[in-house]
C-alpha cells in the first residue's frame, strides 16, 4: 500500500503544481486579490508535503527492504546494514531524483516562512518559477524514473548496492551536494521574479544574497567531500581527476562563486546587475546540465548510473525550456534592468568584474572541454578524449591571474581608490612578499610550478592580513594599530577574510601535493620490499577471511621510516550479494602528508602475487582543509547576513 | 687465452647491463609520464598508468620497449592512435579541429574582457 | 551590439544542438574502436598453433572472421556455443590469447572446435597491433582483408546476424 500512496502524493503534486502555474498566469498579478495570492501560497505548501513525504515513503520501503518495489529490488540486500539501507534510497537515479526533489521543497517551504517580508507581487513570481521548476523535476521523476514501480512476483532477495557506494560517503556527499545544487533554484527564482518586474534594486542583492551563500557553502562542502571520497574510496590516489562529471559539478561553484562576488557589488553599489542575474540564471542552468549529463549517461565517468535515452530527452527538454527562455527574458530585458554607471578600473568592484572575468573565463573553458568529445563526435565522427593533461594546462593560466587579483581587490576600497593610496598600501605588501618569497626559494629550491603556487598562498594571505591592519588602523595616530577596533570590523568581513585563507591553504595543498607526490608500482609477493621516498614498505602477510557482506582479502605492510615502524592494512573486498570488488586503500597520516597504499588483485591468478601500487602525497591535507576553511567563512558570513531574512524589501 | 676472453666477456657483459640499468630508469621514468597522459582503455576514465588492468600493463610494457629501442614520444603516441584511436589520448593533438578547444581560454577571456571593458572606466571619474 | 545582449542564448543553443545530436543519434552497433574499421588487417608476426601457416597468409582472398579467445575466459565459453553454429556458413578463425598449447587443446575437445584453423599469440604483444581490448574480440574482414567491424565482448546470434546483414550492404 505504502508505494502506492508515494506514487499518487507524487502525481498530486504534480497536478497541484500544474494548477499553481496556470493560475499564475491566467491571473494578471497585477489585480492580485489578498485571497488568491494566499491561495497559491497554501497550494505549492501543500504540494511540498507531499513530496517530502513520498521521499520518506521511499525510505521506509529501504529500511523494511519491501522486494516488492523494483526500485528497492534493484538497489539493496537483507545483509545490508541499516545505515546502508537507508543512504541506499538516493545510490541510484530514481531515489537519487526523488531526494533533489526533496531537497527542493525544503527550500521552497523555507522560502515560504520568509515570504511575508517581500512585495506581494515579487514573491508571486517566485513561486511561479519556484513551481515551473518544480513541475518539470516531479514530472521527469513521476514520468521517466518512477521509484515506487511495483514488480511480480515479489523477489526474495535484492540485487544489492554497487560496493563503491557502500560507504558513509554515501551518506554525506548526495544530500550536501544537492542542498548546495538545489539552493540555486532560489537564486535563478529571484532573477527571474526580477527581470519579469524589470528591475533590480540594491534591496534586491541584499535578499538574494544569504541564498547564494547557503547555496555556496553547501557546494563547496559537497564537493570537497566527494573529493576526499574518491581519494580514500577509489584507490587512485588522487584527489581530483577532470573525470566529466567532476567537472560539470565544479561549474556552478565557480560561478555561484563569481555570483557572491558581483552580487556583492550589486548590493553596495548597484552596479554589475545584468551580470548578477546572468550569472544567476546560468549556474541555475549548468546545475540542470549536470543533472541531464549524469543521468543520460552521455560521457564516460566514475559517476555513470544507467543510461536510458528517454530519460535524456525529458530532461534535456525541460533544460532548453528553462534556460533558453530564461535567457530569452533576460535578452529582452537588459537594457531596462541596466545601470548605466560606468565602474572605474581601480576600486574594489573593479578588481571584483576583474576577478569575475577569470573566473568565469575557466568555467568556460571546463565547459567546453567537458563537451568537446561531443562536438567532435558530431562534427568527424571521431572519439577523442579530453582528460586532467588538458584541463590542467589551460586551467593554471586562469586561475592564477584571478588569485593574484582577488589578493589586490581585497585591498581596494568601494567607488574609487585613489592611486597613490594604493601605492602606500601596497608597497610594504610587495616587499613583504617578495622577501618571503625569495626566503622560500632559497632554502628548498623548488621547481617553478610550486614556488607559483607557494607565492599564490602567501600572496593572499598577506594581502588579507594586510585588509585586516588597515582596518586597525587609527587615521589620527598614524601607525598605531588599535585591538579595540577589531569589534567594529562587521562579521561578515571576518567570514570573507577566512574565505580567503581557506584558498590559500587550499592552493598550498595542491602545488605542495602535486609537485612532490611520488609513486611506485609493481607486483610484490609477500616479504618483498619496496622504497618509497624514505620509506621502507615489507608486504609482510596477507589474511583472507569473512566479514558483514563481503569477502575482505586484507594485507598487512611494514612501514619502516628511519627508526619508526608501524603497520598499514590495505583491503580488497569482494562483496557477497554483487560479487563486485573494491579496493580500500591503506592511509597513513604524518602530519599533513598521507602516505597511500592499495593492495590490487592476484597477477597472475594463483601465484600468489598482487598488484601494489604506492602513493606518498605531501601535504594533501591541506587541500581539503582548505576548502573547509572557506566553507566555514561563508558560515560565518551568514551569521551576519542572517538579518536580511527578516528585513522587509 | 680462452680465460681472457671469458674475463672480457664478463667485463662487456657487466658493462652493458649497468649502461642497461641506468637507463631503464630513466626510460621508466618517460613511460610513466606518458602513461599519465593515455586513457586505459578498458577502464572507466582511468589513466594508463594508473590502472591495474591487464592490457595496461602490457601497453605500458610495450611503450617501455618502445622507449628501449629508441623511440620517440610521438613515434609512440602514432603507434597507439593508429590502434585505439585518438580516444586514447587524454591530452587532445594540436591539430586544425581542436583549434577551438585548445583557444578556449583565451578566446573566452578576450570576449568577457571586451563586454566588460563596455562597463569599465579606465581613468577617474570626477566626484 | 544588439545580439551581444543575446549572445549567452545563442551559445546555450548551439551547446544543447550538440547534446541533442548526442542523445538521438547514439548509435545501436557503435564499434568501441573506430581506428582500425576500413583498414587493411596489420601484418602480424601470428602463426598457426601447428606452426604451418601465418595469419596474413591464410586469411588471404577470403571473408573470414577473426575470433580472439581464451582458455580462461569465461564469456568465450559462453560465446563458443554461438560460433560452433556460424562455423558452417563462415570461416571462422581463432587466435588464441596469453594461453598455452594445452589448455586450448583440452578447451576445443571439451566445447568442441568451430575454427577452420587456430593461431596463437601466448605473449599477447601482437594483438596490440589488433587494437585489443581484452578477451574476447571478433573481428569481420573482406576478401581484400579490409577490416569491415569489431566486436569487443562476446558475441550473441542476434548481434552476429545484425553484423553480417549490415556489412553486406
Not at chain 1, 551536494?177 to 518586474?197: D, E, H, K, N, R
Not at chain 1, 525529458?314 to 533558453?324: G, K, Q
Not at chain 1, 566553507?631 to 522587509?648: E, M, N, P, W
Request: a positive charge.
Amino acid at each position: 500500500m505504502l508505494p502506492e500512496i508515494g506514487n499518487i502524493f507524487l502525481i498530486i503534486s504534480f497536478l497541484l503544481f500544474s494548477a499553481q502555474l496556470a493560475l499564475s498566469f491566467k491571473f494578471n498579478s497585477l489585480d492580485l486579490k489578498y485571497s488568491f495570492f494566499d491561495v497559491i501560497k497554501r497550494l505549492s505548501f501543500f504540494s511540498y508535503i507531499l513530496v517530502l513525504t513520498s521521499f520518506f515513503i521511499l525510505i521506509i520501503n529501504y529500511v523494511s527492504s519491501d522486494f516488492s518495489v523494483l526500485n528497492v529490488y534493484n538497489n539493496t540486500h537483507t545483509n545490508k546494514p541499516l545505515i546502508y539501507k537507508i543512504t541506499g534510497t538516493w545510490g541510484n537515479h530514481e531515489g537519487s531524483l526523488l531526494m533533489w526533489l526533496s531537497v527542493l521543497s525544503l527550500y521552497g517551504l523555507l522560502f515560504l516562512i520568509f515570504i511575508k517580508n517581500l512585495p506581494k507581487r515579487f514573491a508571486f513570481k517566485v513561486m511561479a518559477t519556484l513551481a515551473l521548476v518544480n513541475l518539470g523535476f516531479v514530472g521527469f521523476t513521476v514520468f521517466t524514473s518512477n521509484p515506487f514501480i511495483r514488480t511480480f512476483p515479489i523477489p526474495s532477495e535484492g540485487l544489492g548496492l554497487n560496493p563503491v557506494l557502500q560507504d558513509p560517503g554515501l551518506a554525506f556527499h548526495p544530500p550536501l551536494l544537492y542542498l548546495g545544487y538545489v539552493g540555486l533554484t532560489i537564486p535563478f527564482s529571484f532573477s527571474i521574479a526580477a527581470l519579469l518586474q524589470g528591475e533590480v534594486t540594491r534591496e534586491w542583492a541584499k535578499w538574494v544574497k544569504p541564498w547564494i551563500l547557503i547555496s555556496w557553502i553547501f557546494l563547496t562542502l559537497g564537493i570537497t567531500l566527494g573529493s576526499w571520497w574518491a581519494y580514500y574510496e577509489l584507490g587512485w590516489g588522487g584527489w581530483w581527476f577532470w573525470d566529466p562529471v567532476e567537472n560539470i559539478s565544479l561549474l556552478p561553484w565557480l560561478l555561484t562563486t563569481a555570483l557572491l562576488h558581483s552580487v556583492k557589488v550589486t548590493e553596495k553599489r548597484e552596479g554589475l546587475k545584468s551580470w548578477t542575474i546572468l550569472l544567476s540564471i546560468l549556474a541555475f542552468s549548468l546545475t540542470l546540465l549536470g543533472t541531464f549529463i549524469v543521468r543520460s549517461g552521455l560521457l564516460t565517468s566514475v559517476h555513470a548510473f544507467a543510461s536510458d535515452p528517454a530519460r535524456g530527452i525529458f530532461i534535456l527538454t525541460f533544460l532548453v525550456i528553462v534556460t533558453a527562455g530564461s535567457l530569452l527574458l533576460y535578452g529582452i530585458k537588459l537594457e531596462k534592468i541596466e545601470n548605466k554607471k560606468n565602474i572605474y578600473l581601480v576600486s574594489r568592484e573593479g578588481g571584483l568584474l576583474l576577478n569575475n572575468i577569470f573566473l568565469c573565463a575557466s568555467a568556460i573553458t571546463i565547459l567546453l572541454g567537458t563537451i568537446w568529445p561531443l562536438v567532435i563526435e558530431a562534427t568527424t565522427g571521431q572519439d577523442i578524449s579530453v582528460g586532467a593533461p588538458y584541463f590542467k594546462i589551460v586551467f593554471l593560466p586562469l586561475i592564477f591571474p584571478a588569485i593574484f587579483l582577488s589578493g589586490v581587490s581585497i585591498n581596494l576600497n568601494w567607488k574609487v581608490t585613489n592611486l597613490d593610496y594604493l601605492y602606500s598600501r601596497f608597497w610594504k605588501l610587495m616587499i613583504v612578499f617578495i622577501f618571503l618569497v625569495s626566503i622560500y626559494y632559497i632554502i628548498y629550491d623548488v621547481p617553478v610550478l610550486i614556488l607559483l603556487g607557494v607565492a599564490a598562498t602567501i600572496w593572499m594571505l598577506l594581502s588579507v592580513i594586510g585588509d585586516f591592519f588597515s582596518k586597525l588602523h587609527d587615521k589620527s595616530k598614524g601607525f598605531k594599530i588599535n585591538l579595540n577596533k577589531t569589534k567594529k570590523i562587521r562579521l561578515s568581513i571576518y567570514g570573507m577574510y577566512f574565505a580567503h585563507i581557506g584558498v590559500a591553504v587550499f592552493i598550498l595543498g595542491v602545488s605542495l601535493s602535486e609537485g612532490m607526490k611520488t609513486y611506485y608500482q609493481g607486483v610484490e609477493s609477500l616479504n618483498s620490499k619496496i622504497h618509497v621516498e624514505n620509506f621502507t614498505i615489507t608486504f609482510f602477510k596477507l589474511d583472507k577471511f569473512k566479514k558483514e557482506n563481503w569477502f575482505s582479502e586484507t594485507g598487512t605492510f611494514l612501514v619502516k621510516k628511519n627508526d619508526n615502524e608501524f603497520k598499514m592494512k590495505a583491503e580488497r573486498r569482494v562483496y557477497l550479494d554483487t560479487g563486485m570488488p573494491s579496493t580500500e586503500a591503506a592511509i597513513k597520516r604524518n602530519f599533513f602528508s598521507h602516505l597511500y597504499i592499495v593492495m590490487g588483485q592476484e597477477q597472475p591468478i594463483g601465484s600468489g602475487k598482487r598488484i601494489i601500487r604506492v602513493y606518498h602525497n605531501p601535504h594533501i591535507i591541506f587541500i581539503w582543509l582548505g576548502a573547509i576553511i572557506m566553507a566555514f567563512g561563508g558560515v560565518v558570513s551568514l551569521i551576519d547576513y542572517r538579518k536580511s531574512f527578516f528585513r522587509k524589501l | 687465452m680462452l680465460l681472457i676472453k671469458k674475463i672480457l666477456l664478463t667485463l662487456l657483459l657487466l658493462f652493458v647491463f649497468t649502461s642497461l640499468a641506468k637507463n631503464i630508469e630513466l626510460e621508466k621514468e618517460k613511460m610513466r609520464k606518458l602513461a599519465a597522459e593515455l586513457r586505459c582503455v578498458v577502464c572507466q576514465n582511468q589513466s594508463l598508468l594508473e590502472s591495474d588492468s591487464q592490457i595496461a600493463k602490457d601497453l605500458k610494457e610495450l611503450i617501455l620497449e618502445m622507449y628501449m629501442r629508441g623511440k620517440s614520444e610521438s613515434e609512440i603516441k602514432l603507434f597507439l592512435v593508429d590502434r585505439y584511436g585518438e580516444f586514447i589520448l587524454f591530452k587532445p593533438t594540436f591539430s586544425f579541429n581542436n583549434i577551438f578547444l585548445w583557444l578556449a581560454p583565451l578566446f573566452s577571456f578576450l570576449v568577457l574582457s571586451f563586454i566588460a571593458s563596455k562597463k569599465l572606466s579606465f581613468f577617474k571619474r570626477e566626484k | 551590439m544588439k545580439l551581444l545582449k543575446f549572445l549567452p542564448l545563442i551559445i546555450f543553443l548551439i551547446v544543447s544542438i550538440f547534446l541533442y545530436n548526442k542523445i538521438k543519434y547514439q548509435k545501436e552497433l557503435e564499434p568501441l574502436s573506430s581506428a582500425l574499421i576500413e583498414k587493411k588487417f596489420p601484418s602480424l608476426k601470428i602463426k598457426s598453433l601447428d606452426n604451418n601457416d601465418n595469419i596474413n597468409d591464410f586469411i588471404k582472398n577470403k571473408f573470414v572472421i577473426i575470433n580472439i579467445f581464451a582458455s580462461w575466459c569465461a564469456p568465450c565459453r559462453i560465446e563458443h556455443e554461438v560460433l560452433k553454429s556460424f562455423s558452417e556458413e563462415y570461416t571462422i578463425v581463432g587466435l588464441a590469447y596469453k594461453d598455452s598449447i594445452e589448455n586450448i587443446e583440452s578447451f576445443l575437445l571439451e566445447l568442441g572446435n568451430p575454427y577452420k584453423k587456430v593461431f596463437y599469440d601466448f605473449s599477447g604483444k601482437e594483438s596490440i597491433n589488433l587494437g585489443l581490448y581484452g578477451v574476447p574480440e571478433t573481428f569481420f574482414v573482406n576478401e581484400d582483408s579490409k577490416i569491415l567491424y569489431k566486436h569487443v565482448g562476446p558475441i550473441n546470434k542476434m548481434e552476429f546476424k545484425k553484423i553480417i546483414s549490415g556489412i553486406i550492404h
